[in-house]
């Protein structure tokens, strides 16, 4: 092959990957796409996609369980990205001949796996980076002296009679009650989203409870009320002031920054 060839080729292609018009389908892919790099490529992202700040820029498309086909098309992408509950939305877009890659972000082991997925189908060679941070907080977890179960709570409610979000199995927030000695305190084998009442809490008696609470988007809940309401509750958790909550933006987020959550939950884990 002649040199010119090979120079037209790397032009060709350089080209092309200049050209990636990504739209994002929630704020976890958003975030995987700038730290791998390629956030100049992306055209729209899906609500709440804050981080880094540059995505508040970038055009919405509607909620990361809803968006909308017509703004999608209408931003032209080569590429739409997203998660298993975006199949029925990326399945539409492959009629209209739109590539489309599907992740699974729900245990660490997915998340890692997406990132090399990702970062191979947009051309990065950052993944390596972002998989040996996760690995690092993995191998810096301690485990507990004293092994306890623990339930961890979505959001932070005043009335507790009803619909209290808790982490169930196979899905990162587990994964990181296990690395660190401990288990978890929901026990059904179910796999559907853990919806408790307060009479399902004294039940179960978990030993910690942990509380994932945003001021950002629970700004007018009142902290001391709710947490009174908790510590009525008989339980391990309540007698032994086991008690918690913990506010970070990334939390949530099964993104690279699971690093910052493995280090975060794992030093509440720990024994006093």
């Known amino acids: 092959m002649s040199i010119k060839i090979i120079f037209i080729t790397l032009l060709l292609i ?3 990957q200049a050209n990636e018009r990504i739209i994002s389908l929630s704020p976890s892919i958003t975030e995987m796409v700038f730290a ?12 709440y996609s804050l981080h880094p700040k540059e995505a508040k820029k970038l055009p919405i498309i509607g909620g990361y ?76 977890i301690q485990k507990s002296n004293k092994p306890h179960s623990i339930m961890i709570v979505f959001g932070l409610k005043e009335d507790l009679r009803s619909s209290i979000y808790i982490a ?22 179910s796999t559907n989203q853990p919806v408790l009442n307060y009479e399902n809490i004294i039940a179960l008696n978990p030993d910690q409870i ?11 809940v009142d902290v001391e009320k709710a947490l009174k309401n908790w510590h009525k509750l008989p339980t391990n958790a309540s007698r032994d002031k086991k008690i918690s909550i913990v506010d970070e933006d990334y939390l949530h987020i099964p993104s690279h ?9 794992s030093r509440e884990m720990q024994d006093d």
């Open 14 to 16: 350089l080209s092309l």
């Open 210 to 220: 942990i509380i994932l609470h945003s001021k950002a988007t629970e700004a007018n």
């Open 65 to 140: 369980e809803s968006p909308y086909l017509e703004k999608i098309i209408a931003l032209s992408p080569t590429l739409v990205i997203g998660q298993k509950f975006n199949s029925q939305t990326l399945e539409k877009l492959q009629k209209f001949n739109i590539k489309t890659l599907m992740l699974n972000l729900k245990t660490i082991q997915d998340i890692k796996n997406s990132i090399t997925t990702l970062s191979q189908e947009i051309n990065s060679t950052q993944h390596p980076k972002l998989i040996n941070n996760i690995d690092n907080a993995i191998k810096k």
């Open 257 to 265: 920054r699971i690093a910052l959550t493995i280090e975060r939950l």
């Open 168 to 189: 169930g199995h196979n899905i990162f927030f587990e994964d990181i009650i296990k690395l660190t000695g401990n288990t978890n305190a929901y026990t059904s084998q």
């Open 36 to 47: 791998l790099d390629k956030g100049k490529q992306l055209v729209g992202v899906s609500s």
